[in-house]
């Protein structure tokens, strides 16, 4: 009875608060819209092909300029600055700067060379050069198969291999791949950031503002003070990861990119599965987050204090961004990272192992208790110092 009081009091504060409600609201309800209008305005970017290409010189190479016309390539002359509007972006593709004796060369037989300009920083147009290589290759072995022909031999001299690629993956896993490896992180970062606020005000706002130790002279264990605290913090915890996983539904409206939606398949049962997933890990950082909290006299110390864990948290997924091959064992044994690989494989359509599930949910529950029974013993030292 005593925790629901506790419970109680902590909540209405953290709604009373208007640094936590901003950051609920921003986290629950325009995070994930955010996160997916942007990612899918990527990705169109990138499918997008410019079916333009600028052109110094092509007045000098007939040939080439009626083959890049017959791919449906419009020819563009870029101006004798080119490279001025490289570097300050105007041009956001590269140029192709083709030789004044080209022509020449080519009746002798005589390789010309071409440059395709681009700009380290202008990475617009580093994105270009693949197409226009793929061109050049594609006016190249043309005009061998044409020689060829001309003098009576097959052009099947030229293919030794024939060579195709085969993807094991599914077609919607290889196009939403980047996608979903960012999707967990968003997730992680959302349950660090939203119960920060709410932990640190019940634990170093309370010793700050001089009101926890009035508090703890009430004849109630401090196990009673812990868990009330806890649990208010993990409710409200737990209901923005409910709302954050919900708002994916209708921010699916927002993908315009035909592709990615496809490939980007989320259910009802991936929804489910993404809260038993996240929900331990949820509840063990809203009580590691006020043991934390506990340390700070004040609401700046505390803050400090927490924002190691904001940072800390992005190491442990690069780590899982960075391995190469099969997930290590030791992988389910580390919080973040555990929770992180889950994800991905829920979203790849993979099948998950018992023990895969419920290592993870271990280390969270030994974590909890932890965290509560530190935040007890604290409590209590705090009224006797």
Known sequence: MMIWEIFKKEWVDSLRDRRTML???LSSLMGMPFFLFISSEAYSRMDEQKRFIRVVGAQYAPELINYIARQGFEIKTAGPDYANKLHSKEYTEPVLLLPQDFARQ???GIAPRVEIVSDLANKDTQMGVR???VLL?????EQAVLNLSMRGVSAEILTVLKVEERHLSRAQNQQSAGLKEM????FIMTLLGVGMYAAIDTSAGERERGSLE???MNPISSWHFALGKWAAVGTLTVCVLFFNVMSIFPSLLLIKNEVLKIAFQFSIKDAFVFLA?????ALAIAALQIAVAMNGKSHKEAQARNSMLMLLAPLALVIGMLKQGADPVWFSWVPL???NQLIIKILNGETLSLAEVLIPVLVCVLILLASLSYTAQKMRRVVMQ
């Open 337 to 339: 990272l555990a929770q």
């Open 137 to 141: 290759q594609g006016f190249m072995q």
């Open 131 to 133: 197409p226009i290589k």
């Open 214 to 216: 009035p508090l703890m």
């Open 277 to 281: 997933v996240l929900c331990p890990l």
């Open 106 to 108: 080519y009746a002798s």
């Open 23 to 25: 950051v609920v609201i």
């Open 183 to 186: 999707l967990p992180f968003m």
